[in-house]
C-alpha cells in the first residue's frame, strides 16, 4: 500500500477544502512531527533533514557513534537554529537522544565508565548509579544532547543472557535493579536532562541470543513472574519521575499473545498507565526492528504503534526517509480516522510537556 505524502495532501486540502480545512490539514503535519525521531548516517546530515526541520516535520534526532565527532555540538547547534525558524517551534528544543548506558553502551565520549553490571556489583549501589546519572548527563551536556535512552531497568536471569552479556543488567534481584535505576534516574534529570527506562516490561529474561533488533523475541513469564520481578524496577522509577519509558518488542504472552509490548494497548495503556499509574511520555525502540516483521514496514509499523499509545516513535535506520515515511503515515492515518485525534493530541500534549522541561 502506498501513502499519500503530508505535502500532497496539504496540497489536497487546499486545493479542495475551503481555507478553514486547509489550515488545520497544515497544522496536522505539524503536530504529528513532534511524534517522530529521525536519524541519519555519518558525520554530514542531509539537506533533507534540515528541510524536514524547516517544515516542522522533525520531533527529535537520535544519535549513534557514526555521527559523533569532535564537532557534534556545532552539528547540534545547527538542527537547533533550523529548528527555531519552523512553524512548529514551540519554545523548546528538538528532542537529541542517544544510548548512553554506561560501561560499552556509550555513544559520547565520557562517562560512565561502569556497566551497569559493575554498578550493581560495586560496594554501594546506590552511591555508584548516582553518580552514574550525572556522568551521564555531562556527557550528553557537553554536546547539547538532551535526552538518555537510559537507564535499562531489566533484571538479568542468568550470566551471559541477552543483557548480562553487555553488563547492561544492574542485577539479578528486582531489588538491586530497583535501588540502582531510581538513583541513575533521579541524579540525571535533576540536571535537565531526559531519562528513560527501558525495556518495559524488561528483558531480563532474554537469553544471549534473544535479540529483538534481529529477530522476534517472545518471554513466555507468567504475569505474576513478570509482575512480582521485572516490574518491580518500574513501580520505584515512575513514583521517583521518570520522564520516559521505552516499551521493548517482545512479545510477552501473559498479557498479549499478540502484539509485542510496543505494539501492545494491553501492555502500554492497561499496564504501563493504567496499572502502574505512568504519566510521561511513552518512547518505541527501534521502528526497524527484525521483532517487528510480521506488522508490516515501518510506516504501517508507526501506526500500529500510535494506535496502541505509544507518544514517540523512534525511526533509527540512519536514514531519513523512513521518519518522513512515518510521519506520512500517520497524518494519512489521522485524516482518515484510524488514528483517534483525541487520543493522539493527547499524547502531542505530553510531548510538548516534557519539551518545557529540557535545559539545553
Ligand atoms: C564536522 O566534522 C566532520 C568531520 O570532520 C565534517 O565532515 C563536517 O562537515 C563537520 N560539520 C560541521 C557542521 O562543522
Ligand atoms: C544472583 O547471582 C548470584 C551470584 O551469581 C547468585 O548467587 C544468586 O543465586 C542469584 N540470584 C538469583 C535470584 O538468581
Ligand atoms: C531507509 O530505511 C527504511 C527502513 O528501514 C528502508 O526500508 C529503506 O530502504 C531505507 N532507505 C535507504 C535509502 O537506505
Redesign the pocket.
Given at each position: 500500500m502506498r501513502w499519500i505524502t503530508a505535502s500532497q495532501l496539504l496540497t489536497l486540502c487546499l486545493s479542495l477544502a475551503p481555507s478553514g480545512r486547509a489550515a488545520r490539514c497544515d497544522d496536522l503535519s505539524v503536530q504529528v512531527g513532534h511524534h517522530v525521531v529521525f536519524s541519519y548516517p555519518g558525520?554530514?546530515p542531509p539537506t533533507h533533514l534540515f528541510d524536514l526541520i524547516k517544515q516542522g516535520k522533525v520531533g527529535g534526532i537520535i544519535l549513534f557513534g557514526e555521527n559523533v565527532?569532535d564537532?557534534l555540538s556545532?552539528?547540534i547547534s545547527?538542527f537547533q537554529d533550523t529548528y527555531k525558524q519552523s512553524a512548529a517551534y514551540v519554545g523548546s528544543p528538538l528532542l537529541i537522544m542517544t544510548d548512553q548506558e554506561g560501561g560499552i553502551v556509550r555513544r559520547l565520549p565520557g562517562g560512565p565508565v561502569q556497566s551497569a553490571k559493575e554498578v550493581g556489583q560495586s560496594s554501594n549501589p546506590r552511591k555508584a548509579a548516582t553518580q552514574s546519572g550525572r556522568d551521564a548527563a555531562s556527557a550528553l551536556q557537553e554536546y547539547q544532547v538532551n535526552t538518555n535512552l537510559a537507564p535499562v531497568l531489566g533484571v538479568y536471569r542468568e550470566v551471559g543472557d541477552f543483557l548480562d552479556n553487555f553488563g547492561r543488567s544492574y542485577g539479578n534481584t528486582s531489588a538491586m535493579v530497583a535501588t540502582c535505576g531510581p538513583a541513575f534516574i533521579t541524579s540525571q534529570q535533576e540536571t535537565g536532562i531526559i531519562a528513560t527506562a527501558k525495556h518495559f516490561p524488561g528483558l531480563g529474561a532474554a537469553g544471549k541470543t534473544e535479540n529483538t533488533d534481529e529477530e522476534p523475541v517472545t518471554i513466555s513469564l507468567t504475569l505474576d513472574e513478570l509482575r512480582s520481578v521485572d516490574e518491580i524496577p518500574y513501580t520505584k522509577a515512575i513514583p521517583a519521575g521518570v520522564d520516559m519509558v521505552m516499551n521493548s518488542w517482545a512479545l510477552y504472552p501473559a498479557l498479549d499473545a499478540k502484539y509485542p509490548s510496543g505494539l501492545s494497548k494491553a501492555w502500554i495503556q492497561d499496564e504501563l498507565r493504567g496499572r502502574l499509574g505512568f504519566r510521561g511520555v511513552t518512547i518505541t525502540d527501534a521502528i526497524e526492528a527484525g521483532a517487528l516483521q510480521a506488522f508490516g514496514d515501518d510506516a504501517a509499523r508507526g501506526v500500529l504503534a500510535s494506535q496502541a499509545g505509544m507518544d514517540i516513535i523512534l525511526a533509527s535506520a540512519r536514514n531519513v526517509t523512513q521518519g518522513e515515511a512515518i510521519v506520512d503515515a500517520l497524518v494519512s492515518a489521522l485524516q482518515g480516522g484510524s488514528l483517534s485525534q483525541g487520543s493522539f493530541s493527547e499524547a502531542t500534549d505530553r510531548i510538548l510537556a516534557l519539551r518545557k522541561k529540557i535545559s539545553v
Open positions: 558525520l554530514n565527532a564537532n556545532t552539528v545547527n
